[in-house]
């Protein structure tokens, strides 16, 4: 079964920066389309940026000019360049292709504040 590892979140100021890392366990990534997806408690997980197998990409507009995604093809990895973060960008972060045939991994949390 596939293994998505999402890595790099933390405790970060308004306006600060992060960038997070999206994994695989047993299938290469670039052969999906692949997703970010946030959660917030008592919301839906919302997808924030979208890639697909041609590097198109794709922005919540919540987050467009902000946040950056991409492919790391050497190193099998997704990834999501957070840029000028809000407090509202505070929520746990998931990878995913998004045709959803893969399961949901643990998510990394991003926590903005002051």
């Known amino acids: 079964q596939v293994h998505l590892v999402e890595s790099g979140g933390g405790l970060v100021q308004p306006g600060g920066s992060l960038r997070l890392s999206c994994a695989a366990n047993?299938?290469?990534?670039?052969?999906?389309?692949m997703g970010w997806y946030r959660q917030v408690p008592g919301n839906q997980r919302e997808l924030v940026a979208g890639?697909?197998?041609?590097?198109?990409?794709s922005y919540a507009d919540s987050v467009k000019g902000r946040f950056t995604i991409s492919r790391d093809y050497a190193k099998n990895t997704v990834n999501l360049q957070m840029n000028s973060l809000k407090v509202e960008d505070t929520a746990v972060y998931y990878c995913r292709d998004t045709g959803w045939e893969w399961p949901w991994g643990q998510g990394t949390q991003v926590t903005v504040s002051s």
């Open positions: 890639i697909t197998t041609g590097d198109t990409t």
């Open positions: 047993g299938t290469i990534l670039e052969i999906r389309a």
